[in-house]
């Protein structure tokens, strides 16, 4: 399962990664993945969040800083319901 984080303290290099806003360009994503480069979606909602953990392209979900209580929810709800 990808990493879940605050931006800014993400263990992925965001310098070394493709990073999005949204997950819905699947060419970008499926290209830097092809490419080995990591990919990490930016999310501020767990709708968000949820949609990211359904790529798996995706290695890391960054949360904004004013938004850590994300951090908290419950990964495998949101993903399995």
């Known amino acids: 399962m990808p990493e879940l984080a605050v931006e800014?303290?993400?263990a992925v290099p965001?310098?070394?990664?493709?990073v999005v806003d949204d997950v819905g360009d699947l060419e970008a994503l499926r290209t830097a993945f092809d490419a080995g480069t990591?990919?990490?979606a930016r999310a501020a909602s767990?709708?968000?969040i949820r949609a990211a953990l359904a790529r798996p392209e995706v290695a890391c979900v960054v949360v904004p800083p004013?938004?850590?209580d994300l951090l908290g929810i419950d990964l495998t709800t949101l993903t399995y319901g």
Do not use: N, Y
């Open 14 to 18: 965001l310098e070394e990664a493709l």
């Open 38 to 40: 990591p990919v990490v």
């Open 8 to 10: 800014g303290d993400a």
């Open 46 to 48: 767990a709708e968000a």
């Open 66 to 68: 004013e938004r850590r």
